[in-house]
């Protein structure tokens, strides 16, 4: 008896020992090395080029927050949707908020989408927002670095191929790190929301 209690109390020792450390690794996994909130490891540096035949980095949006979308001009309905949500957005922000902001547009389909055709497409929306291209090498880099979901999906012919992909708004801070994201249907009014919150 004696020695059942022993090896009982054994293991209620040996359990809440295992709980604090799951405890800690939890804390842990979310912190830095100074203790503070991990950030997610979304996003990074990218070389493309605007709906103006400009090669741009994302060092030439320093200072200023970027508001990233990734789609393509041939999509039927959430792009559109998307741009759409994004430019009353703006609007609704006033110039204020509006400036602070940079709305950038990236292409996941390079092949269709050339300069000429992002310049067409993000001009039916904003003259604020920046369409980017590039080779089909460079947007799958970007896009990874994104952890962009993009695939091709066969039509009746080569040429009438749609694209499955993630829908997801990310903000970017002036710093070029990841801020927050916003999910595919959010609200301008939400939309505005999450902006002011976030920009201050």
């Not at 054994?10 to 090395?33: D, E, K, P, T, Y």
């Not at 957005?89 to 992002?118: H, N, Q, S, W």
Request: contains cysteine; positive net charge.
């Amino acid at each position: 008896m004696k020695f059942s209690r022993s090896l009982l109390a054994l293991m209620v020792v040996i359990v809440v020992a295992l709980v604090v450390v799951g405890v800690r690794l939890v804390i842990w996994s979310g912190q830095n090395s100074e203790g503070a909130k991990a950030v997610p490891a979304i996003g990074g540096p990218f070389q493309l080029t605007d709906h103006n035949g400009k090669s741009v980095s994302d060092r030439d949006y320093r200072n200023r927050y970027m508001l990233v979308f990734f789609g393509y001009t041939f999509c039927p309905d959430v792009c559109p949707t998307t741009l759409s949500t994004v430019t009353a957005t703006l609007e609704k922000l006033g110039p204020g908020y509006a400036r602070k902001v940079v709305p950038i547009f990236v292409t996941i389909d390079p092949e269709r989408d050339t300069v000429a055709v992002m310049k067409e497409y993000v001009g039916a929306f904003s003259p604020d927002i920046v369409g980017l291209t590039g080779t089909p090498d460079e947007v799958a880099k970007v896009a990874k670095e994104f952890k962009v979901y993009a695939a091709k999906v066969k039509g009746d012919r080569p040429e009438h191929y749609t694209v499955d992909h993630s829908a997801i708004l990310y903000l970017m801070g002036p710093d070029g790190r990841f801020v927050a994201h916003f999910t595919h249907g959010i609200s301008v009014d939400d939309l505005v929301a999450g902006l002011k919150k976030h920009i201050g």
